[in-house]
């Protein structure tokens, strides 16, 4: 699962953000100003910042540089402020994106899933922030942790990432295995190694891997 961090001094619209994130399945750290977002940062693990830039205690601007310094994630900005200053400003910061007030909940949503999308695999890497594939090299670790996987799970590992939030049927999934010369020919070998997989890569907070009853599997 996704966490993306909020920082939004407007009490009302702070929350109106993450109730619709966490109605999309993220989860979300809410801070209002910028020293209960240190806070948050320097304790949690997240992937994705949406920041406001006026804030009680500091400026939105300056919390990015601050956060670039610690962590690599990338960052919304989210102001009243519209001059072309300011989104350029936020742009040279590398903000991902900068959204001025007011907006449509159903836009910001749509580039953060955007934005959260461009850290699915390519032809080389996914990384998530917990997660990490390198498929050039064929290795995988889970934080700090390196995952030994079989070549079968890597497979299985690799198919299903590069069918992101798209759900793979049981034919659909064995049929694909096959013709790469994994020669798994029923549901329940496949449900053996993909349970394999997920206590490998999985942990209480970082389930990837949803089985979709009598249909096959897809990945959050």
């Excluded at 993450?18 to 997240?46: D, I, M, P, Q």
């Excluded at 900068?98 to 390519?122: C, D, E, H, W």
């Excluded at 049927?169 to 295995?177: E, I, K, Q, R």
Aim: aromatic share 10%; net charge neutral; hydrophobic share 40%.
């Amino acid at each position: 699962m996704f966490t993306i961090l909020v920082l939004e001094d407007d009490t009302e619209l702070n929350q109106t953000i993450t109730y619709g994130l966490k109605k999309e399945g993220y989860g979300v750290l809410s801070a209002y100003s910028c020293k209960e977002a240190e806070t948050l940062a320097e304790n949690n693990s997240f992937h994705l910042a949406i920041l406001d830039v006026n804030l009680p205690d500091g400026d939105g601007f300056q919390f990015c540089r601050r956060l670039k310094a610690k962590k690599q994630v990338p960052l919304l900005f989210l102001s009243a402020r519209d001059l072309e200053e300011d989104v350029l400003k936020g742009y040279e910061l590398g903000a991902e994106d900068y959204v001025t007030k007011p907006f449509s909940m159903k836009i910001l949503l749509k580039k953060v899933y955007v934005i959260l999308s461009r850290k699915a695999p390519g032809t080389k890497i996914y990384d998530d922030g917990f997660l990490k594939v390198n498929f050039e090299l064929g290795t995988v670790r889970r934080g700090t942790e390196e995952c030994l996987l079989t070549p079968t799970e890597y497979r299985i590992l690799r198919k299903l990432l590069e069918n992101k939030g798209r759900l793979l049927t049981y034919a659909v999934l064995l049929d694909s295995l096959w013709a790469e010369g994994i020669q798994i020919t029923d549901k329940h070998t496949l449900a053996v190694n993909i349970n394999r997989l997920r206590r490998k890569i999985e942990t209480e907070e970082y389930s990837y891997i949803s089985n979709v009853y009598g249909m096959g599997y897809i990945w959050k």
